[in-house]
C-alpha cells in the first residue's frame, strides 16, 4: 500500500478587519442632552404616565419630581386637556409665562411634549400690534384734526379723539383773551360740553406747568382723590386715574389736555402716557394753526375793509355807480382802486372851486396785498393834500413827491375828475390823467369821446407833467372811468388777443342813455365775456352822469332806496 505524504496545510486568511465604531452613547450623556433643552415631558401610554421628563420640565412643574401623575395638579390642566383631546399643539400660561406646547408620537406608544418659552415673543407681537393701532388712530386723528382751521372745531374733534381712544373722559383747556379759560369737556359716549370758567389751575398738579408749555408731570405723582369738582364730569363715577399734558403750539402753548379714567380701569402707564404726549402734540399743532389763522384772518379782514374801494352813493345831482375785480378773487384787494371826496366848501370856495366833488381812479404797479397798501396810502394822500390844494396839476406833483420820499419801487397812473353841478342838471367836469387810460364820454345822441387829457405816471420820475380837459356833461350823459384791466383783457377767440380801446368804444356806444349802474354792468358783462374766464388784472369801473331831469328810477315793486331826480 502506497502512503502518500500528508497534504500542505492552506495558509491562515486572516479574517477581515470589522469597521470601526465610534463611542456607544450612553444614558448619562443622554439624559445631559435631554435636561439641556426646553421642558420635556415623555409620557407612556394609556392610561398616561409621565415616562421621562427633564430638569427644565421638572422646574416649571415641581410636583413631577415626587410623582409619575400626568393630572391637573402635577401639570398645567391646559397641557392636560390636549393630551386627552389629540390636540398636537397649542399656547398656553404657566404663572406669568406663556408656553407654545407641541407634541411628537415615540416608539414604544410614548408620546413627547416639548414646551417653548414664547412669552418675549407673545409681549412682541402684542406691542407690534399695538403700535399699529396706535399709529393708525394718530392717522386719522392727524386727517380729522387738518381738514379744518377752526379753533372751535379742531378742540371738539381733540376731545371726541381723546375718549375715543385714550380714556374714558377728556378736558381741554384753553387760555382766553380775558380771564377765564375755555373748557371743551366729553364722556365717552356722551355730548361734548364747551364753557368758559374762572378756576385756579394750582388746584391740579402740573396744570399750570402745562398751560405754559412746560413737560407734564407722571400720571402716578397725581392724586385723583384731590381733583376738583369742576375737573371731573357729574356722573362720571370714582376717578382712578389721571394725565395732564400740554398742547405744545407755534412757540407758545395752546392750552392742556386732561385725560380721566374711572376707579374700575387700569391706570395709565408709560407707554400710554407717552402717546398721550404725542396726539397732544398733534392736536396742539391743529389749534395753534387754527388759532393763527383765525388771528390773521381778523386783521386781514381789517385791513380789507380799509384797502377795500368804498361802495359809492348818489350824491346830490350826480349820478355814480362802480364796480371793482381783483385779479385774485380770493384777496378782494388789489392795485387798481378808486375813491369819492364830497365838496369841501369852505377850502375850496377860497381856492375859487367852490362845491366841486373830487373822484380819482388808480391803478398800482403789480396786484395783490402788497400793491392794495399803496393804492391805501394814494387814497389817504390824496385825501389830505386836497384840503391844501385842490388844482389837480399842483395835487398831483405833491402826490408824486410824497411817493419818491416813500422810496417805494412801485408807481401808480391816475385819473382825477373833478365835478360840480351847474344849472338845468348839467355837470362841470374837470378831468386829469396822469399816464392812466383817459376817460370815455358817452353823449346823448350815442357819440363816444375820449377825453382830451394825457400826463405823467405817478411816482417814478421827479419832474411830472399833466394837462387837464375840462368839458360839461348834459342830462343823460356819462363819464366813464376805467383801469387798463378792461382795455387789456386778453381773451376773444384766440385767447390773446387784447379787448382794445375801438370794443369798449362799441360797447359804450350801446349804453346812450342808460342808468350808470346798467353801463358799469355792460361793461364788466362784455369784458367778463371776452376773457372767457381766463387770467386778468384788476379791473375797476366808475360812471359819473348827469341825471335826466324829471326821472324816476325805483327798485322792483317800488320799495328800496332808488334815484330820483327833479
Known amino acids: 500500500m502506497t502512503s502518500f505524504p500528508p497534504a500542505p496545510t492552506p495558509p491562515t486568511v486572516p479574517a477581515p478587519a470589522s469597521p470601526a465604531t465610534g463611542p456607544v452613547i450612553g444614558a448619562p450623556l443622554l439624559r445631559a442632552l435631554v435636561d439641556a433643552v426646553a421642558p420635556v415631558i415623555v409620557l407612556a401610554a394609556d392610561p398616561a404616565r409621565v415616562h421621562l421628563h427633564n430638569k427644565a420640565a421638572e422646574a416649571l412643574f415641581p410636583a413631577l419630581g415626587t410623582t409619575d401623575a400626568f393630572t391637573s395638579d402635577v401639570v398645567a390642566p391646559w397641557l392636560v386637556q ?40 407673545r409681549a412682541s407681537l402684542k406691542r407690534l400690534s399695538e403700535e399699529r393701532v396706535r399709529t393708525q388712530f394718530l392717522v386719522r386723528a392727524s386727517a380729522r384734526l387738518l381738514a379744518s382751521l377752526n379753533q372751535r372745531r379742531c378742540l371738539r374733534v381733540t376731545a371726541e379723539l381723546a375718549a375715543e381712544q385714550l380714556a374714558d373722559a377728556a378736558v381741554l383747556l384753553t387760555p382766553t383773551r380775558g380771564r377765564r379759560i375755555a373748557m371743551t369737556r366729553l364722556v365717552r359716549g356722551g355730548v361734548i360740553e364747551e364753557t368758559a370758567v374762572s378756576v385756579e389751575v394750582d388746584q391740579v398738579p402740573g396744570l399750570a406747568d402745562a398751560l405754559a408749555g412746560f413737560p ?38 395752546a392750552g392742556a389736555l386732561i385725560l380721566l379714567r374711572r376707579s374700575d380701569q387700569a391706570g395709565f402707564n408709560e407707554e400710554e402716557e ?13 389749534i395753534s394753526a387754527a388759532v393763527l389763522y383765525a388771528e390773521r384772518t381778523e386783521t386781514t379782514g381789517i385791513l380789507q375793509r380799509a384797502l377795500i374801494p368804498p361802495a359809492i352813493d348818489r350824491l346830490d345831482g350826480i349820478d355814480l355807480a362802480s364796480t371793482y375785480r381783483p385779479a385774485r378773487a380770493a384777496d378782494l384787494i388789489g392795485g387798481d382802486f378808486y375813491d369819492v371826496h364830497p365838496p369841501l366848501l369852505a377850502t375850496e370856495a377860497r381856492k375859487g372851486v367852490p362845491g366841486e366833488t373830487l373822484l380819482m381812479l388808480g391803478d398800482v404797479c403789480g396786484k395783490g396785498p402788497g400793491a392794495a397798501i399803496l393804492t391805501g396810502k394814494i387814497r389817504h394822500t390824496i385825501a389830505a393834500l386836497r384840503r391844501l390844494e385842490p388844482r389837480h396839476g399842483p395835487l398831483l406833483e405833491l402826490l408824486n413827491a410824497t411817493l ?60 411830472i407833467t399833466s394837462t387837464t380837459w375840462t368839458t360839461v356833461l348834459d342830462p343823460g350823459e356819462m363819464c366813464l372811468l376805467y383801469s387798463d384791466g378792461v382795455t387789456e383783457a386778453r381773451g376773444g377767440p384766440s385767447g390773446r388777443e387784447m379787448f382794445g380801446d375801438q370794443r369798449l368804444k ?44 324829471g326821472s324816476h328810477l325805483m327798485m322792483v315793486d317800488g320799495r328800496g332806496r332808488g334815484r330820483y331826480t327833479g
Not at 98 to 107: D, E, G, H, I, M
Not at 421 to 440: E, I, Q
Open 404 to 463: 419818491l420820499d416813500d422810496h417805494d419801487a412801485r408807481f401808480v397812473t391816475l385819473v382825477l375828475a373833478g365835478v360840480t353841478p351847474a344849472a338845468n342838471g348839467r355837470l362841470d367836469l374837470r378831468l386829469t390823467s396822469a399816464g392812466h387810460p383817459a376817460p370815455m364820454l358817452v353823449r346823448a345822441d350815442g357819440t363816444v369821446e375820449e377825453a382830451a387829457t394825457r400826463g405823467t405816471l405817478i411816482g417814478a420820475v421827479p419832474d
Open 506 to 549: 362799441d360797447a359804450l356806444a350801446e349804453c346812450a342813455g342808460m342808468p350808470v349802474e346798467a353801463v358799469v354792468e355792460r361793461i364788466e358783462l362784455v369784458t367778463s365775456q371776452w376773457l372767457g374766464g381766463g387770467e386778468h388784472d384788476d379791473i375797476a369801473l366808475m360812471a359819473i352822469g348827469a341825471p335826466l331831469r
Open 216 to 253: 407734564p408731570v407722571p400720571s402716578r405723582w397725581i392724586q385723583p382723590d384731590l381733583a376738583p369738582a369742576w375737573l371731573v364730569p357729574e356722573d362720571f363715577g370714582d376717578l382712578g386715574s389721571l394725565v395732564v399734558t400740554p398742547l405744545p403750539g407755534n412757540g407758545v402753548s
Open 274 to 286: 407717552l402717546f398721550a404726549r404725542i396726539f397732544a402734540a398733534r392736536a396742539g399743532a391743529a
Open 82 to 121: 390636549a393630551q386627552q383631546q389629540g390636540i398636537d399643539a397649542l399656547d398656553g400660561t404657566v404663572g406669568e409665562r406663556v408656553f407654545r406646547a407641541t407634541s411628537q408620537p415615540l416608539p414604544g406608544e410614548c408620546t413627547g411634549w416639548l414646551l417653548t418659552d414664547v412669552t418675549e415673543e
